[in-house]
């Protein structure tokens, strides 16, 4: 076997046409751009030996800590391991949260090698305490490697990445809780009729999100994985959050044809998560590859700095709730406890339903109700009145016809006085509006639901197939533009795009007169001064409309 300098823990009668080599021999590039094209292109796809090279070469400009373990200090850790006979029972750290290393098409005697350099790792990365992927990267990088040193220098540098901002892998348990979230927010907006499935079928949603990266690093059989793997190197982190929007995509084509339109019925998290598991690691018979990362890369507005600050506020959601470390896992989906929730307006069942809307960060808050025109009359001043001071607040209007509508407002209602009793707009790209009866229907901001009429604030579209998105933290061994500079908004704002100030930040507005919600493409919520007209999703109109405020 030609390949076998790079893959002497291959069992290369697993790899089927894998094991042919074929196509280009050489790489010879070093600008980011051509890189990116180049594996989303599969250029070295058919060559194991230059899939290795390329991958050593990417790996090794990753900038890293001053101090960074290589391929010696393994050697001298571990001794001439052709002179002593190697457990076959070395167990893995903790930090992997119990997942069992993915064979990959390796030997059954390269699980051994894959343990000890895993066992090295732990030992030389002290301030690692929750890793559940790195026995799936190492895995795989165990295929591309010439020996078990090697294969350790190659992990230890994409743990020690420490170009600011940027991360290649979660190595805390606040850091994976915080990715798993955004991956929930992500997809709310990125893949709506699919996160709606999984919501109608599972009991918590986030538990079965908590799966995401399982779903691309340790499910996807390796075909699939090795050309994810190609673009990761290059691109980074937010390749998984592509690929597994990806995933949860075709699942929910497949459910679709499986169940011929039949409504699905609530079930257990855990068969869920079992089923798109299962789904996941027979996906090579529907899709291929190529077409997986033709899905993942056809999402629009998808970049690195929306996951970035998405990951860091919620990050900070969990620091002030005290979640820093692994825990038995509350129902975030129904943090709103059953037994206690009470509302005139929508049942403990319909707010669950509101509740897989929001951002992640906010589900994990209980609902305090502020304001009830049952107890506190239809009055604009005093709904201001119990409702500033609190963000976000969700808004839940009945009207006489029992329509049922509603808003998540972002921002703190005191906002509106910086425009004084002029009718002025503020908030968030993270408003939205809805309607629970007669049918459920939820509005979001119509850029994001039209985003043919924003473009990027860069001269360049972010989702070029090789061009801007995350070009500003990649390897700095690759040529790249400067960044950008100005502090970053924690939300979609406006300043992401290219609109006129007239256009920008118009969510929500409040004066003495009335409240607006929405707009833009009709789907508004508009109350006036005694809470007696209005409009939601094309819909509802008020005549003294019951009507409650709650904060989260």
């Not at 800590?65 to 029972?89: C, F, L, Q, W």
């Not at 992990?155 to 809780?177: H, M, W, Y």
């Not at 979230?181 to 499935?197: E, Q, V, W």
Request: proline letters at 5%.
């Amino acid at each position: 076997m030609a390949e076998e300098e790079y893959g002497s823990f291959v069992d290369w009668n697993q790899m089927g046409d894998l094991a042919k080599s074929s196509g280009p021999t050489k790489v010879d590039c070093k600008d980011l751009k051509e890189f990116k094209k180049m594996a989303r292109l599969g250029y070295w796809a058919k060559n194991h030996k230059l899939r290795a090279q390329v991958y050593e070469q990417l790996i090794k400009t990753i900038p890293c800590r001053t101090v960074t373990p290589d391929a010696e200090v393994y050697r001298d850790i571990m001794g001439n391991a052709g002179t002593k006979k190697p457990s076959s029972n070395i167990p893995l750290p903790e930090f992997v949260d119990g997942n069992a290393l993915p064979l990959y098409c390796l030997k059954a005697e390269a699980v051994t090698s894959a343990h000890q350099i895993i066992n090295c790792v732990a030992g030389q990365f002290p301030d690692i305490s929750h890793c559940p992927s790195l026995p799936a990267i190492t895995s795989m990088l165990l295929h591309f490697s010439k020996d078990e040193a090697q294969c350790f220098e190659l992990v230890s540098r994409i743990l020690a990445c420490n170009e600011p901002g940027k991360r290649l892998l979660d190595q805390t348990f606040l850091a994976f809780e915080s990715s798993c979230m955004t991956f929930g927010d992500l997809a709310i907006k990125y893949c709506p009729a699919s996160h709606k499935l999984i919501v109608a079928t599972a009991q918590d949603a986030l538990e079965v999100y908590t799966d995401w990266q399982r779903w691309v690093l340790f499910d996807l059989p390796f075909s699939h994985m090795v050309r994810v793997l190609d673009v990761y190197l290059v691109e980074g982190y937010k390749v998984l959050f592509r690929m597994a929007i990806a995933l949860l995509k075709f699942y929910r084509k497949h459910k679709a044809e499986a169940q011929g339109g039949e409504g699905s019925q609530p079930q257990d998290s855990g068969k869920v998560r079992a089923d798109i598991q299962a789904f996941i690691k027979g996906i090579a018979s529907t899709v291929t590859p190529e077409k997986l990362l033709e899905k993942a890369f056809s999402i629009r507005m998808f970049s690195r700095k929306e996951i970035t600050l998405l990951q860091l506020t919620n990050e900070k959601s969990l620091q002030q709730k005290g979640i820093t470390v692994k825990q038995k896992r509350r129902n975030v989906q129904l943090a709103l406890n059953p037994d206690t929730f009470s509302s005139e307006i929508v049942s403990a069942k319909e707010m669950r339903d509101i509740w897989s809307w929001i951002p992640e960060r906010f589900a994990l808050c209980q609902p305090q109700l502020l304001f009830t025109t049952s107890n506190h009359g239809c009055s604009l001043n005093r709904f201001y009145q119990h409702c500033e001071g609190y963000e976000p607040t969700l808004l839940l209007i009945r009207t006489t016809d029992g329509d049922v509508c509603g808003a998540f407002l972002s921002t703190d209602w005191q906002e509106r006085k910086r425009g004084g009793n002029k009718l002025s707009f503020f908030g968030t790209g993270e408003c939205f509006v809805f309607r629970m009866k007669p049918e459920m229907e939820h509005f979001e901001w119509v850029v994001i639901r039209h985003p043919e009429l924003a473009s990027s604030s860069n001269t360049q579209s972010q989702e070029e197939p090789a061009s801007s998105e995350g070009q500003n933290s990649e390897y700095n061994g690759l040529q790249q533009p400067e960044k950008p500079a100005g502090d970053l908004s924690p939300f979609l704002s406006a300043r992401h795009f290219n609109l006129t100030s007239k256009n920008t930040s118009m969510f929500m507005a409040g004066n003495f007169d009335s409240i607006i919600v929405g707009g833009g493409d009709g789907n508004a919520l508009y109350i006036d001064s005694e809470l007696n007209h209005g409009r939601a999703g094309r819909c509802a109109t008020f005549d003294n409309p019951p009507a409650d405020a709650m904060a989260s």
